[in-house]
């Protein structure tokens, strides 16, 4: 539909200039005159003054609605992304103490907490080296998912048997909690680097934020500015900082509650 408007556009403005080309050499070789010349181009000039900014101004409409769209999939995501961090450290904390368990050939709830994607917002990023950061991150999301799922069935498999006394010899019963325990392991190398990159994804978020506002910028970029990995870095120190001030103000409060000692 845009295609066919631009064609019909073009159209239109070669047939009027092909028009008044006709027009005035008509007049010109002809008559000699000049008076409807001149009231001729001055209509034609201010029907396509009027045409020219029109567009433009549909333009510029559009363009500003890309940029804010693009902005508020960026806030969209740095919360999501903040939400995700959250889930990773409660599924470590599962990890390790289902670690603990496991390695002393006891049991432990294995109640993991999954990822909800947001796949939305990718249409209306306009980055493309973010939109490939992302989408490798959504990748991963689901990947981890999927590996909660075959950890929790490989559990419950081991649990049916124990307690339906399908497994009672202890050196196998020793072979298969070892078994969950590297499982776990690995689970939780793969947890740790995507947290690290979750991090990474929202400090970067949070540079395209802060110098894409829609009210301050008429652009957006397509790309990384070169000196975004040193922005990253010094962007990590601040975000890592935060981060230990939210999780000294909770230790705090969960002391005042007696949840902490």
């Known amino acids: 539909m845009k295609t066919f408007f631009k064609i019909i556009g073009v ?21 000699r005159e000049t008076t409807y010349i001149d009231q001729g181009l001055s209509a034609f000039t201010g029907a396509a003054a009027a045409f020219t900014f029109t567009v433009l101004g549909q333009w510029l409409s559009q363009y500003r609605a890309r940029i804010k769209k693009h902005y508020v999939a960026l806030v969209r995501t740095e919360y999501t992304l903040n939400i995700y961090i959250n889930v990773i450290n409660d599924n470590l904390s599962i990890l390790q103490g289902a670690k603990e368990a496991f390695s002393k050939q006891g049991f432990h709830i294995l109640n993991f907490i999954k990822f909800k994607v947001d796949h939305s917002v990718l249409q209306d990023f306009r980055n493309v080296d973010l939109i490939n950061e992302y989408v490798s991150l959504i990748i991963d999301f689901d990947r981890h998912d999927q590996a909660f799922e075959s950890v929790q069935l490989m559990f419950e498999d081991l649990k049916t048997a ?4 399908v497994l009672t010899d202890p050196s196998l019963l020793k072979m298969n909690m070892d078994t969950m325990v590297h499982q776990l392991t690995d689970l939780e190398k793969t947890l740790t680097g995507l947290e690290s990159r979750v991090e990474k994804t929202i400090c970067g978020i949070r540079i395209l934020a802060r110098e894409e506002k829609p009210l301050m910028t008429f652009l957006y970029k397509k790309k990384y500015s070169r000196n975004h990995a040193s922005k990253i870095i010094k962007e990590r120190e601040k975000f890592s900082s935060e981060r230990a001030q939210v999780r000294k ?12 000692k």
């Open 11 to 31: 159209g239109i403005v070669f047939g009027s200039a092909v028009f008044v080309t006709i027009f005035v050499l008509f007049k010109l070789l002809l008559f």
């Open 162 to 165: 124990i307690f339906n006394k």
């Open 249 to 260: 103000r909770s230790e705090e409060e969960l002391r005042k509650i007696g949840i902490l």
